[in-house]
């Protein structure tokens, strides 16, 4: 069965500090009533890359404990500042999490060289699991077949978190690395990534829709490819409401609806307008209600 994981949402409170209560709701929230697999902490989603050390473990740990064993977890570390990095490569690894993932190094174009001796460098003396956190669309890092191969070489480095709408690659990874972990990224391209056998998918917007993404899935599985697309398309209207929406805002605000405290996003994300608030409220009519 192929695995579900929501990208984890940070809430923050207005000021722009960071509310773990309203952390710990959301994961309770992807547990009891989503039924996750699993959650992916630290990515884009969470906001991450504009959080202090402090406060990227904070959440990794209350993340950890109140998720309490009942879903797989899966770090992301990956930062530009590689000391961070191992930094926190070690903070969860000696929390228990069993697995951790970190983005391609971005902003300054740095070279395939320079990039693997990033990933080696953040799994020396770590006893875990990674996964490399392609996304080339927001880092500018596009990795090919071969420099996939090459990072493999690492035995720890046991799959992708492919967040990349090229399907040939796609294909040629699957054909090439059967054994490895790939978690498909584009939630609106999931049943194409499916089709190419991808390990299951982490995404934002499973935070509030993941019970119709499993019944996608379990129809995939179960060869029925009608009901599959049919579930995709409906997700795809929710998805492209929530991306007129203004993204992670409009979760939020949709969470909130469903008593949940996800509070603001971090500037220089957006704050709601009221007309966001009212394009939430027509999206949690349409579909959670
Ligand atoms: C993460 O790192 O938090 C997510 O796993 C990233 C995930 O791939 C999402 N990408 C971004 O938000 C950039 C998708 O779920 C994306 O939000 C969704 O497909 C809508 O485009």
Same mark, same amino acid.
């Given at each position: !069965?192929?695995?579900?994981?929501?990208?984890?949402?940070?809430?923050?409170?207005?000021?722009?500090?960071? *509310?773990?209560?309203?952390?710990?709701?959301?994961?309770?929230?992807?547990?009891?009533?989503?039924?996750?697999?699993?959650?992916?902490?630290?990515?884009?989603?969470?906001?991450?890359?504009?959080?202090?050390?402090?406060?990227?473990?904070?959440?990794?740990?209350?993340? +950890?404990?109140?998720?309490?064993?009942?879903?797989?977890?899966?770090?992301?570390?990956?930062?530009? *500042?590689?000391?961070?990095?191992?930094?926190?490569?070690?903070?969860?690894?000696?929390?228990?999490?069993?697995?951790?993932? %970190?983005?391609?190094?971005?902003?300054?174009?740095?070279?395939?060289?320079?990039?693997?001796?990033? +990933?080696?460098?953040?799994?020396?003396?770590?006893?875990?699991?990674?996964?490399? +956190?392609?996304?080339?669309?927001?880092?500018?890092?596009?990795?090919?077949?071969?420099?996939? &191969?090459?990072?493999?070489?690492?035995?720890?480095?046991?799959?992708?978190?492919?967040? *990349? %709408?090229?399907?040939?690659?796609?294909?040629?990874?699957?054909?090439?690395?059967?054994?490895?972990?790939?978690?498909?990224?584009?939630?609106?391209?999931?049943?194409?990534?499916?089709?190419?056998?991808?390990?299951? &998918?982490?995404?934002?917007?499973?935070?509030?829709?993941?019970?119709?993404?499993?019944?996608?899935? &379990? %129809?995939?599985?179960?060869?029925?490819?009608?009901?599959?697309?049919?579930?995709?398309?409906?997700?795809?209207? +929710?998805?492209?409401?929530?991306?007129? *929406?203004?993204?992670?805002?409009?979760?939020?605000?949709?969470?909130?609806?469903?008593?949940?405290? &996800?509070?603001?996003?971090?500037?220089? !994300?957006?704050?709601?307008?009221?007309?966001?608030? %009212?394009?939430?409220?027509?999206?949690?009519?349409?579909?959670?209600?």
């Amino acid at each position: !069965m192929k695995k579900l994981y929501s990208a984890l949402m940070t809430a923050f409170n207005e000021d722009g500090s960071v *509310n773990l209560d309203g952390v710990r709701e959301m994961v309770r929230y992807n547990i009891d009533v989503n039924h996750i697999d699993g959650l992916y902490v630290g990515g884009s989603t969470g906001e991450s890359f504009m959080l202090s050390t402090e406060e990227k473990k904070n959440i990794f740990k209350v993340a +950890y404990e109140e998720t309490a064993g009942k879903a797989h977890l899966i770090a992301q570390v990956g930062s530009l *500042n590689l000391n961070e990095a191992k930094e926190l490569a070690k903070y969860v690894t000696d929390l228990g999490y069993p697995m951790i993932s %970190a983005v391609t190094p971005f902003y300054y174009n740095f070279s395939f060289e320079q990039i693997k001796n990033y +990933y080696n460098s953040i799994l020396e003396g770590v006893d875990n699991k990674l996964i490399i +956190y392609s996304i080339p669309a927001l880092t500018g890092v596009a990795l090919s077949l071969d420099q996939f &191969a090459e990072l493999f070489e690492n035995p720890k480095i046991v799959g992708i978190k492919y967040t *990349n %709408a090229d399907f040939y690659l796609l294909e040629r990874v699957r054909n090439r690395f059967p054994d490895k972990l790939i978690l498909s990224g584009f939630d609106e391209m999931l049943l194409p990534a499916l089709a190419l056998d991808v390990d299951g &998918a982490i995404g934002s917007t499973f935070n509030l829709n993941a019970p119709r993404v499993k019944e996608e899935i &379990a %129809a995939f599985e179960a060869g029925d490819i009608k009901k599959a697309r049919e579930l995709q398309t409906l997700s795809n209207d +929710y998805i492209t409401d929530l991306l007129n *929406n203004d993204l992670y805002p409009t979760i939020k605000l949709v969470f909130e609806k469903l008593g949940v405290h &996800a509070g603001y996003c971090k500037e220089p !994300m957006s704050k709601p307008t009221p007309e966001m608030e %009212a394009g939430a409220q027509k999206i949690y009519e349409k579909y959670f209600k």
